[in-house]
């Protein structure tokens, strides 16, 4: 059988050779390029199953777990238009009809009377009637009412002219109220640390025959947090003054009219001084390079965060050292254990040594002198075998796949991630601050968003506040009614006094020896 072939001449062959050797080059590319595309859904593919069915913590010998979003349920939903009808309920036009006052405190509960007297020689003076004002309050266990008599008295000698003499009351947190600093404590306590919403908290008043309605209760819980925004300006200034930052950031979602689906999504900025241990949520709108502003404008110091542009950019400004996070690039090759475990493995190991070399300082309890000069000795080496891995590596991945997206953010922040061994005092990772952030994922669940820009502002504050209670181990209801009882009639230079670490001193100072 004759060969088509044999009919060509040279030439003609040397021509269809060259259409042939075009076609596979085609075929080649389309080939490489489908065969990129495998490796990216496959590594999405092992992501997803890794969240599914991996264990949760970042161990060597398994692989990433990320927590899986719940869904919302037809309850929480059913919960969070409870809670918008409270937030619409408080911000309704007032009816004409005239106020029908307080409501009445009821009458089962116990009641604490605390009688007060004018100063002076009241055996000059008769005593013309009373004055009787009543909060109430909650010792933990219980709800009581205490009750304020203050009695009035005028001059024996010159009754009829002379000025009523009557004891003034207690400073008062929130003016013309009926609540109690520890009952405000314990609702503001429920709500940002044990994340029970105030519709919720309105439901146990109810069960204890206590009525209150849910426009006072918010308007309570927001005065409440008012009150505490002059210890929380303090706290920017000394959070930002110390020099090293940790920074990372949230979402929450708020309510918000103007949006679609009523909702916006804002972003909680969360920053940890390491220094001396304060922490700040500072409440945003965005997280574009505007939103940090507030905080980071003039900063001057050590600044430490994840990979993200905008922290990129503050740490580059003027008399700013920026630190990397080596958590951050050892989680990018654990997610690359499924796309290429031998290297990834390899990577793991390399990132293994940095942390041996902390745990051993942390152990030895070297101070910040003698853990710069290990860390110098012991890290050098292993931070220079671990680049020269990674770049005699990288030319061999596909830069697209997990594992050469692992070995990109690796290298394109090296000099970060290695400034840590610049002084003692600094962290290899931003670990501490993400175990700030934790328990907002909490409270996002239970409450779901924030009632407006201006209550997520609010939440900030009170986040701050309990973030440091938990450093501190200090009781953050114990803590929140101390502040409520001194904090009207603290004077400003000495505010700081209220902070959690310096009430804990107080605490130790006061103990009986």
């Known amino acids: 059988m004759n060969n088509p072939l044999d009919q060509l001449s040279k030439a003609e062959l040397i021509a269809l050779l060259g259409v042939w050797e075009k076609e596979l080059e085609s075929n080649t590319k389309v080939i490489e390029s489908k065969d990129?595309?495998?490796?990216?859904?496959?590594?999405?593919?092992?992501?997803?199953?890794?969240?599914?069915?991996?264990?949760?913590?970042?161990?060597?010998?398994?692989?990433d777990q990320l927590s899986l979003p719940f869904e919302t349920t037809a309850e929480q939903q059913q919960e969070a238009q409870q809670e918008l009808d409270e937030k619409v309920t408080c911000v309704r036009k007032k009816s004409r009809s005239p106020h029908p006052g307080r409501t009445k405190l009821p009458e089962h509960l116990p009641v604490e009377e605390i009688e007060l007297y004018p100063e002076g020689n009241l055996e000059e003076m008769t005593c013309i009637g009373k004055e009787v004002t009543e909060?109430?309050?909650?010792?933990?266990?219980?709800?009581?009412?205490?009750?304020?008599?203050?009695?009035?008295?005028?001059?024996?000698?010159?009754?009829?002219?002379?000025p009523i003499a009557i004891a003034p009351l207690p400073s008062r947190l929130i003016d013309k109220s009926s609540v109690g600093n520890g009952l405000l404590a314990s609702i503001l306590t429920d709500k940002?640390?044990?994340?029970?919403?105030?519709?919720?908290?309105?439901?146990?008043?109810?069960?204890?025959?206590?009525?209150?309605?849910?426009?006072?209760?918010?308007?309570?819980?927001r005065q409440g947090m008012e009150r505490l925004e002059i210890l929380y300006d303090w706290l920017v200034k000394d959070t930002c003054g110390k020099g090293y930052l940790q920074a990372d950031e949230t979402t929450i979602k708020v309510l918000d009219s103007t949006k679609k689906k009523d909702t916006h999504l804002g972003y909680y900025w969360v920053y940890h001084n390491p220094v001396n241990g304060t922490v700040l949520f500072d409440y945003q709108k965005g997280r574009d390079q505007a939103a940090p502003k507030k905080i980071l404008k003039g900063f001057k110091g050590y600044l430490q965060s994840d990979g993200y542009a905008t922290y990129e950019y503050y740490g580059n400004q003027?008399?700013?050292?920026?630190?990397?996070?080596?958590?951050?690039?050892?989680?990018?090759?654990?997610e690359a254990l499924e796309n290429d475990k031998s290297r990834a493995t390899l990577a793991l190991a390399f990132i293994g040594k940095l942390?041996?070399?902390?745990?051993?300082?942390?152990?030895?309890q070297l101070s910040a002198k003698d853990k710069k000069s290990y860390r110098l000795d012991h890290v050098c080496p292993l931070l220079e075998a671990f680049s020269s891995w990674l770049q005699e590596n990288y030319a061999q991945v596909l830069p697209k796949s997990i594992?050469?997206?692992?070995?990109?953010?690796?290298?394109?922040?090296?000099?970060?991630?290695s400034n840590y061994l610049?002084?003692?005092?600094?962290?290899?990772?931003?670990?501490?601050?993400?175990?700030?952030?934790r328990p907002v994922a909490l409270g996002r669940k239970n409450y779901l968003f924030a009632g407006s820009h201006e209550a997520a502002q609010r939440a900030a504050m009170s986040y701050s506040f309990f973030a440091m209670c938990k450093k501190e181990e200090v009781n953050p209801q114990q803590w929140l009614k101390y502040v409520f009882d001194q904090i009207m009639d603290t004077n400003i230079q000495?505010?700081?006094?209220?902070?959690?670490?310096?009430?804990?001193?107080?605490?130790?100072?006061?103990?009986?020896?």
């Open 422 to 437: 610049m002084d003692g005092m600094l962290e290899i990772d931003n670990n501490k601050i993400e175990n700030v952030i």
């Open 135 to 162: 909060e109430l309050d909650y010792i933990p266990g219980s709800y009581i009412i205490r009750r304020y008599i203050r009695y009035k008295y005028v001059s024996k000698v010159q009754e009829g002219k002379s």
């Open 318 to 334: 003027p008399g700013v050292t920026h630190l990397g996070c080596w958590a951050h690039a050892r989680r990018k090759f654990f």
């Open 355 to 364: 942390y041996e070399v902390e745990a051993h300082c942390r152990d030895k």
């Open 494 to 513: 000495k505010i700081q006094q209220l902070l959690p670490k310096n009430y804990k001193l107080s605490l130790i100072k006061n103990q009986p020896k």
């Open 403 to 417: 594992i050469g997206k692992a070995m990109s953010y690796t290298m394109t922040r090296w000099e970060q991630l």
């Open 36 to 63: 990129q595309r495998i490796e990216k859904l496959e590594g999405i593919l092992a992501k997803f199953q890794k969240m599914l069915f991996g264990q949760k913590r970042e161990r060597f010998e398994s692989p």
């Open 192 to 221: 940002y640390v044990d994340h029970l919403p105030l519709y919720r908290q309105l439901q146990r008043f109810k069960r204890e025959n206590i009525p209150i309605a849910a426009s006072t209760l918010d308007g309570w819980a």
